[in-house]
C-alpha cells in the first residue's frame, strides 16, 4: 500500500515539475491588435482626475490670493 502511494506522489511531483519547466512561447512580431475604448472603460480614469483637477483649481486660487496678498504688502511698504 505504501509503495502505490509513494509512485502516485512520484508520479504527481514529475508531472507538475514537468509542467513548471515547460518553456514560454516566444513573442510574435505582431503587435497586439487595438482594444476599442468604451465609456465605460474611462469610468476609472474620470474618477480619478476628477480631484485632482479640482486639487490643481484650489491651488490656484490659493497661489493667486497668495500673490494679491504679497502685492498689497509691497504697496503697504512703499
Do not use: N, W
Request: negative net charge; aromatic residues 0%.
Amino acid at each position: 500500500m505504501t509503495g502505490l502511494l509513494l509512485r502516485i506522489v512520484i508520479a504527481l511531483l514529475s508531472g507538475m515539475t514537468l509542467v513548471a519547466c515547460t518553456p514560454e512561447r516566444p513573442p510574435t512580431d505582431e503587435p497586439p491588435e487595438p482594444q476599442v475604448v468604451t465609456a465605460h472603460d474611462t469610468q476609472l480614469r474620470d474618477a480619478i482626475q476628477a480631484p485632482l483637477s479640482q486639487a490643481k483649481q484650489v491651488g490656484d486660487v490659493v497661489q493667486d490670493a497668495a500673490d494679491q496678498r504679497s502685492s498689497e504688502i509691497d504697496a503697504q511698504s512703499e
